[in-house]
């Protein structure tokens, strides 16, 4: 079993920034990532970090977001930058640990004012 503690969400005017966090407790997690949802739409990937550090971004997010990952602190970053209104959403931590299992954070929100 894995438990995803998320934080840093909030509301931000267009061109700021924010940090999230997520703090993982339990097994050993291969992927952990981002992913966020906005009203009416499908939850999307944001971005995903491997345990041996290889990293994925969504084309919106390239260039504006930065994943890392801390494997010692089983804890997954995402430093958002420049950021839209249309980045608004409620950001959800993942975690995957194996093909079949993957844990989801309770969510943050994310508003960006114009």
């Known amino acids: 079993q894995v438990q995803l503690v998320e934080s840093g969400g909030g509301l931000v005017q267009a061109g700021g920034s924010l940090r999230l966090s997520c703090a993982a407790s339990?097994?050993?997690?291969?992927?952990m990532g981002w992913y966020r949802q906005a009203p009416g739409k499908p939850r999307a990937m944001v971005a995903t970090?491997?345990?041996?550090?290889?990293?994925n971004y969504a084309d919106s997010v390239k260039g504006r977001f930065t994943i890392s990952r801390d494997n010692v602190k089983n804890t997954v970053y995402l430093q958002m930058n420049s950021l839209k209104p249309e980045d608004t959403a409620v950001y959800y931590c993942?975690?995957?640990?194996?093909?079949?299992?993957?844990?989801w954070g309770q969510g943050t929100q994310v508003t960006v004012s114009s």
């Open positions: 970090a491997t345990s041996g550090g290889s990293t």
């Open positions: 339990g097994s050993f997690i291969s992927i």
């Open positions: 993942s975690a995957r640990v194996s093909a079949t299992s993957l844990y």
